[in-house]
C-alpha cells in the first residue's frame, strides 16, 4: 500500500514540474527590437543625400570608365610679337609640336608697358640680382635671354599703364633700385598667336619660353 502511494505521489510530482517548467527554467533571451521614436524620423533633402559617403561596388577605379579623369582643354593667346620675333616664337612653338594662328594686332592693342632692371654686364651678375629679389619676395621674375636685352630682368608687361605704375611703386617700396619702364612695340606691323585646345602642361611649355620673349604674355582666352 506504501509503495503505491509513494507512486502516484512521483507521478503527480513529475506531471506538475512538466506542466509548470516555464516557471521553472529560465526562458532564453529575447532579442529586442529598437524602438523607433517617430518624432526623431526626418527626411533627408536631395542636397544631403548628394553629401552623403558613396560606395563603390564592382571593377577597381582602373578598369572603370567612369574613373577615368579627362583632361581639360582650353584656348590661348600669346603676344604681342614683332614681325622680326613672330617667325622666331612660331619656330619655339612649332620645335614644342604646337601650332598657332597669326593674329594681327591693330596699333592699340600692341602697346605693351614693361616694367624691368635693365641688362647687367654678365649672366652671373643678372642670376645674383634675381636671387636677391626672391629673397625679397619677388618671385614673379625672369632673366631676359633676348640678344637686344639679355641679362636684363623683366617684372612684367602691361596693356594698362597704370597697372604698369602700380607695379613699379610697389618695387621701389620693397627697396628695389633701377626699375625702368619702357612703352614697347607700339604701331603697326604686330602679331600673337592663337593656341586651341591646349592642355595645362602644354601651356606650361610655351611659358617656358618666357625669357625669350619677354615682351609676350600668354593668357587664356574664349575658344571659338
Known amino acids: 500500500m506504501k509503495k503505491l502511494v509513494w507512486l502516484l505521489l512521483m507521478i503527480n510530482t513529475g506531471l506538475l514540474t512538466y506542466f509548470n517548467l516555464d516557471r521553472i527554467l529560465p526562458s532564453a533571451p529575447q532579442a529586442k527590437h529598437a524602438e523607433i521614436d517617430p518624432e526623431k524620423i526626418s527626411v533627408l533633402s536631395q542636397k544631403e543625400i548628394e553629401v552623403l559617403p558613396k560606395k563603390v561596388v564592382g571593377a577597381s577605379p582602373a578598369l572603370t570608365p567612369t574613373a577615368t579623369i579627362a583632361t581639360m582643354a582650353s584656348c590661348y593667346e600669346w603676344g604681342v610679337f614683332s614681325a ?10 612649332d620645335k614644342l609640336s604646337l601650332h598657332g594662328t597669326v593674329k594681327e594686332q591693330t596699333s592699340q592693342q600692341a602697346k605693351r608697358f614693361w616694367i624691368y632692371n635693365p641688362p647687367f654686364k654678365t649672366s652671373q651678375e643678372a642670376q645674383v640680382k634675381a636671387a636677391e629679389l626672391n629673397a625679397l619676395g619677388i618671385e614673379d621674375i625672369f632673366v631676359v ?18 597697372l604698369a605704375l602700380k607695379l613699379m611703386s610697389e618695387l621701389k617700396a620693397k627697396g628695389v ?3 625702368a619702364k619702357a612703352l614697347r612695340y607700339q604701331g603697326e606691323g604686330h602679331s600673337s598667336l592663337i593656341f586651341n585646345n591646349l592642355a595645362e602642361a602644354e601651356a606650361a611649355r610655351l611659358r617656358e619660353l618666357k625669357p625669350d620673349f619677354p615682351e609676350a604674355n600668354l593668357k587664356e582666352i574664349t575658344c571659338h
Open 84 to 93: 622680326a620675333n613672330l617667325t622666331g616664337a612660331q619656330s619655339a612653338a
Open 145 to 162: 635671354q633676348e640678344a637686344k636685352w639679355k641679362n636684363a630682368i623683366s617684372f612684367g608687361t602691361f596693356e594698362d599703364e597704370s
Open 177 to 179: 633700385k633701377n626699375v
